[in-house]
């Protein structure tokens, strides 16, 4: 089995914390984003928290500032985000 990369050599991102409004469901949502590179990872009453890679950033920022998912706050790091936007630790499945 192959080496891990250490933290130094894995590829870096961003975290962005958005409002959203008009979007039902979390696929509506990923459909919308689809068309510039980003992954959403938490979805509730209105906010978000998307994940974009360091490289992508500044063109991200301007593409979510003409539609209708509006960036609130960013950061290395998803807890900052998520206690900014006041959401809750996701539980994770095993």
Same mark, same amino acid.
């Given at each position: ?44 009453? @209105?906010?978000? $928290?998307?994940?974009? +890679?360091? %490289?992508?950033?500044?063109? *991200?920022?301007?593409? #979510?500032? =003409? @539609?209708?998912? $509006?960036?609130?706050? +960013?950061? %290395?790091?998803?807890?900052? *985000?998520?206690?900014? #936007?006041? =959401?809750?630790?996701? $539980?994770?499945?095993?």
């Amino acid at each position: 089995m192959s080496k891990k990369p250490s933290k130094a050599l894995r590829g870096k991102r961003r975290w962005i914390g958005c409002e959203y409004e008009d979007f039902e469901t979390r696929k509506e949502l990923e459909d919308y984003l689809s068309v510039i590179p980003v992954k959403l990872y938490d979805m509730d009453n @209105g906010r978000c $928290v998307i994940s974009v +890679s360091l %490289g992508n950033y500044e063109y *991200v920022k301007q593409k #979510l500032a =003409l @539609g209708q998912v $509006v960036s609130i706050t +960013s950061s %290395g790091k998803i807890k900052l *985000v998520r206690e900014r #936007l006041g =959401l809750a630790k996701r $539980v994770r499945k095993r």
